[in-house]
């Protein structure tokens, strides 16, 4: 077995210690895992953005209208300083701002406009029978939009619809919560293979 | 920095931003490409603004004696990456990718791993009929678990199918609802950010 195997492995156990209770040996590997995690994320900000979007192309093809998010990044470390922590509303103004900009078109395209064309569609086939599932998908969308339609009560036609969305809601939740499942158990199936094939040796 | 200040450069941000989206001329697409650049560089500032304060805050907290050996351990963690990655560089076979696949991954994929048996033993405690949503939502999710594991096929031929239909129709109808709303909150929170009645991400109490 070689070392990568046996800390692998040796920190799967470590994790799934927590299965016993919380415990020195678990909180050990989660310090860990932040750290590493943390330091990960680190490393590929700085190559592939700093590096790549930045000091290269300002220091070394001389783009300088580069010095523009370099000065306005350098600002955000006012928030160290009581007397510049005001200084790095500047740069989030610039995130914010342009990420609402960005967001409203796209929003209204793929939230809205994408997600209604593909629900108005013929509730009868060409042989005029209706169509079970395009009157079910219809339905589910406007009984579920009626729930979330708070700005009046929901009583009558408005409560009896919204009654009807809670029910594709739990249909929403009781599928997503099934697939969830089913992942987490994948990957932890996963994990029992490799404590013990690759590190225990009990199983082939 | 003045929050009028913050609020015009949002609101300008916002509406050269909002507007580019309608045109096709090469400048619109130019500062398109180039504020979104800029946007990926002023955010990666922002997460190494969290390193570094993550950092501070550890080695305060390990001053004070408070959880002395995990702080450390986290700290350790932290530098291990960026120093293998000066050594050897974050190519195939570097020191850099093999902590991530031999620390980080196994880790990463154990913690989600772990998340099965506290939905489980949640689900166990919480699951029960006691309503008509309530028994929807436990069939829906028994459906879906019993088409998904490995009885679900020789238990009943139906049951694949079932699961698909009910996957692709009345759960698609209520996640394409949620989306509407999402886009819909979306649109709105963004247009009163760039308006400036939403102010809360300027911070403060004024």
Known sequence: MDVGTAIAGVLTLAVLSFLYRDNPVYKMAESLLIGVSIGYTLVVIWSSTLVDLLFRPLFLDGMLPLIIPLVLGLLMFGRFHRATSSLSRLPIAVMIGSGAGVAIPAMLDARILKQLSATVMPVLTASGIPDLSAIVIIGGVVTTLCYFYFSREHKGALGSAATVGTWFLMVFFGTTFGYTVMSRMSTFIGRMEFLLTEFLHIAN | ?206
């Open chain 2, 1 to 206: 920095m003045n929050r009028r200040v913050a609020l015009v450069i949002c609101f300008g941000f916002g509406v050269v931003m909002f507007a580019q989206y309608f045109s096709k001329h090469p400048l619109a697409r130019g500062v398109n490409q180039a504020v979104l650049e800029y946007w990926q560089i002023i955010f990666a500032f922002a997460l190494l603004l969290g390193v570094v304060s993550f950092f501070q805050n550890n080695i305060k907290q390990i001053g004070h004696g408070s959880d002395r050996p995990y702080r450390t351990v986290s700290l350790v963690g932290l530098l291990a990456m960026p120093v293998a990655a000066v050594i050897g560089g974050i190519g195939a076979g570097s020191p850099f990718l093999w902590i991530f696949e031999n620390v980080q991954a196994p880790m990463q994929s154990t913690v989600f791993a772990l998340l099965a048996f506290f939905v489980a033993s949640a689900s166990f405690r919480g699951f029960r009929a006691r309503s008509v949503p309530a028994a929807i939502l436990l069939g829906a999710a028994i459906l879906i678990l019993l088409s998904r594991s490995a009885i679900g096929g020789p238990l009943s031929g139906w049951l694949p199918d079932t699961a698909d239909w009910i996957r692709h129709h009345p759960s698609m109808a209520a996640r394409r609802a949620i989306l509407i709303g999402i886009g819909l909150g979306s649109l709105t929170t963004s247009l009163r950010v760039i308006v400036g009645i939403e102010r809360t991400w300027l911070g403060g109490k004024k």
